[in-house]
């Protein structure tokens, strides 16, 4: 076995990973709040779990892992201000918040697929089938003494825990010092949080639930103590999110379930950093946030944006860039053209000595960059058979997830960013027409006209190029 160095935000060392009950690794990836797309900025928390588990795999091990829904009590702010985000989106798009929930989950559930995770291993709990669990857990909190009412909700009183804050060694002094300008003037402490909210009478919310505190709903921590509770036990191995969560959101899963539990909660605290966008935060109010689908609409795989992703570590902050993107369809692109071209359908051997080096590289706290490049390496490597680089090279995909094992030549084709190539005479008759239109007024020699054409088709989304023996067509 070789040893799996993970860098841990409870006490900001890199450390040997040992697994809680041998051979098995219990993970915890905080999830989507569904009520609009997870933008790119998301989707990297996400293809960083998948990574890391994927490295779990890599290394023997059987993975339970959790990722949570969020359609409940996640509010505009994360100090419990503000509207409920899923109340609010339903207000937005004029619709009931079930088809909030139901749109947003599935699009993410799409977005996952589409990346190449595999969602079918993982155990997707939501919150508002959860609430059972969520009350028992502050009755729990409440028979210890953690709690305390206010006008508006049951709150968590954080001084009552010595080692509030620990996550990231958060300076709640500091927090105190800036306590005037804290809204909630009935809150004993600065970092106090809900966990359970009154339903404001002024307001008619879809979703509200009967307590033994009165009709609320559970404010947005809980969920995460109760649910990986219940799914994976009073501790576990490893639990993940965005750098954004240390502060407040995992600080306050940590008080919770500790309360409750008597014992440590996660083993390994790991996070992502951001992604920015153009040098920016990924923001409503900037106006730069990207989904995933905006990356399809611009001709892009989605294969090409984990791709890119992976060749930053996921602890740096990376600016996302389409030109940045586009370097990266052309070098998935390379890829899959050697290997569907080149290397043959015959399994040969792992080369050891690559299969080694990246070993080394992914269990070195997820060292993806590294691994790409080696990753290049072999391809360049001519002393290496074929069959052994097709070999090496699917093993490593186990972990980079680039979709190797499903190669073929359409996806070489899709990557190529020309899209798929069709048949001049299988084309609907009003494309068939402008491309034969196009085709007579580049014959004589009219570019002017044969460019608009061009712009034309393009704007119907066909894409044409002139090869000797007459004009290709794509679809974009
Ligand atoms: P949310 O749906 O807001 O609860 O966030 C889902 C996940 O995305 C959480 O793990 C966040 O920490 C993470 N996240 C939010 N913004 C970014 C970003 N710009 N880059 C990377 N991760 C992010
Ligand atoms: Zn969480």
């Given at each position: 076995m070789k040893p799996i160095l993970l860098q841990n935000t409870l006490n900001n060392k890199k450390e040997e990973f040992t697994p809680r009950r041998d051979g098995v690794v219990s993970m915890y990836n905080c999830g989507p709040t569904v009520y609009n797309y997870a933008h790119i900025g998301n989707l990297r928390a996400y293809i960083f779990a998948d990574v890391l588990k994927r490295m779990f795999a890599y290394n023997d091990y059987d993975i339970k892992q959790v990722i949570n829904i969020t359609d409940v009590g996640h509010l505009t702010s994360d100090a419990d201000e503000g509207e409920d985000k899923i109340e609010s989106g339903a207000k937005r798009e004029g619709v009931k918040v079930q088809k909030i929930i139901k749109q947003y989950t599935d699009a993410f559930m799409d977005d996952m697929k589409k990346l190449n995770i595999d969602i079918k291993e993982i155990e997707f709990p939501k919150a508002t089938e959860h609430i059972p669990e969520q009350i028992a857990f502050i009755q729990t909190l409440d028979e210890k003494g953690y709690t305390y009412k206010t006008s508006d909700g049951i709150y968590f009183d954080t001084s009552l825990r010595e080692d509030y804050g620990k996550l990231g060694n958060i300076d709640t002094k500091g927090l105190e010092e800036g306590a005037r300008i804290e809204k909630n003037k009935e809150k004993k402490n600065p970092t106090d949080f809900a966990l359970w909210k009154f339903s404001d009478p002024k307001e008619q919310r879809e979703q509200e639930w009967d307590s033994p505190w009165g009709v609320g709903f559970p404010g947005w921590h809980i969920e995460c103590s109760a649910m990986s509770r219940k799914?994976?036990?009073?501790?576990?191995d490893v639990h993940t999110g965005g750098v954004d969560h240390i502060p407040v959101h995992h600080n306050n899963e940590i008080a919770q379930t500790e309360s409750v539990?008597?014992?440590?909660?996660?083993?390994y605290w790991m996070h992502n950093e951001h992604l920015m966008i153009e040098g920016q935060k990924i923001s409503k109010s900037i106006g730069n946030t990207v989904y995933l689908r905006n990356i399809e609409d611009r001709g892009f795989s989605p294969l090409s944006f984990r791709y890119w992703l992976l060749t930053s570590h996921y602890r740096t902050q990376t600016n996302f860039t389409w030109e940045a993107l586009e370097g990266a369809q052309t070098a998935l692109f390379k890829l899959h053209k050697h290997f569907v071209e080149?290397?043959?359908t015959k399994n040969g051997e792992v080369n050891q000595e690559y299969g080694n080096k990246f070993h080394e590289f992914i269990n070195d706290d997820l060292d993806t960059p590294k691994a790409i490049a080696l990753l290049w390496d072999l391809v360049k490597d001519e002393s290496i058979p074929k069959e052994d680089k097709r070999s090496t090279l699917l093993s490593f995909d186990k972990v980079l997830g680039l979709g190797l094992d499903h190669s073929n030549k359409k996806l070489v084709t899709l990557l190529s960013g020309k899209g798929e190539k069709l048949e001049i005479g299988k084309l609907p008759k009003t494309i068939k027409a402008l491309v034969d239109e196009r085709e007579k007024a580049r014959k004589d020699k009219d570019f002017e006209k044969a460019d608009e054409l061009r712009d034309k088709l393009k704007e119907k989304g066909y894409e044409i190029e002139d090869k000797e023996d007459g004009p290709e067509v794509h679809k974009i």
């Amino acid at each position: 076995m070789k040893p799996i160095l993970l860098q841990n935000t409870l006490n900001n060392k890199k450390e040997e990973f040992t697994p809680r009950r041998d051979g098995v690794v219990s993970m915890y990836n905080c999830g989507p709040t569904v009520y609009n797309y997870a933008h790119i900025g998301n989707l990297r928390a996400y293809i960083f779990a998948d990574v890391l588990k994927r490295m779990f795999a890599y290394n023997d091990y059987d993975i339970k892992q959790v990722i949570n829904i969020t359609d409940v009590g996640h509010l505009t702010s994360d100090a419990d201000e503000g509207e409920d985000k899923i109340e609010s989106g339903a207000k937005r798009e004029g619709v009931k918040v079930q088809k909030i929930i139901k749109q947003y989950t599935d699009a993410f559930m799409d977005d996952m697929k589409k990346l190449n995770i595999d969602i079918k291993e993982i155990e997707f709990p939501k919150a508002t089938e959860h609430i059972p669990e969520q009350i028992a857990f502050i009755q729990t909190l409440d028979e210890k003494g953690y709690t305390y009412k206010t006008s508006d909700g049951i709150y968590f009183d954080t001084s009552l825990r010595e080692d509030y804050g620990k996550l990231g060694n958060i300076d709640t002094k500091g927090l105190e010092e800036g306590a005037r300008i804290e809204k909630n003037k009935e809150k004993k402490n600065p970092t106090d949080f809900a966990l359970w909210k009154f339903s404001d009478p002024k307001e008619q919310r879809e979703q509200e639930w009967d307590s033994p505190w009165g009709v609320g709903f559970p404010g947005w921590h809980i969920e995460c103590s109760a649910m990986s509770r219940k799914l994976l036990g009073n501790q576990i191995d490893v639990h993940t999110g965005g750098v954004d969560h240390i502060p407040v959101h995992h600080n306050n899963e940590i008080a919770q379930t500790e309360s409750v539990t008597g014992k440590q909660f996660v083993n390994y605290w790991m996070h992502n950093e951001h992604l920015m966008i153009e040098g920016q935060k990924i923001s409503k109010s900037i106006g730069n946030t990207v989904y995933l689908r905006n990356i399809e609409d611009r001709g892009f795989s989605p294969l090409s944006f984990r791709y890119w992703l992976l060749t930053s570590h996921y602890r740096t902050q990376t600016n996302f860039t389409w030109e940045a993107l586009e370097g990266a369809q052309t070098a998935l692109f390379k890829l899959h053209k050697h290997f569907v071209e080149e290397y043959g359908t015959k399994n040969g051997e792992v080369n050891q000595e690559y299969g080694n080096k990246f070993h080394e590289f992914i269990n070195d706290d997820l060292d993806t960059p590294k691994a790409i490049a080696l990753l290049w390496d072999l391809v360049k490597d001519e002393s290496i058979p074929k069959e052994d680089k097709r070999s090496t090279l699917l093993s490593f995909d186990k972990v980079l997830g680039l979709g190797l094992d499903h190669s073929n030549k359409k996806l070489v084709t899709l990557l190529s960013g020309k899209g798929e190539k069709l048949e001049i005479g299988k084309l609907p008759k009003t494309i068939k027409a402008l491309v034969d239109e196009r085709e007579k007024a580049r014959k004589d020699k009219d570019f002017e006209k044969a460019d608009e054409l061009r712009d034309k088709l393009k704007e119907k989304g066909y894409e044409i190029e002139d090869k000797e023996d007459g004009p290709e067509v794509h679809k974009i």
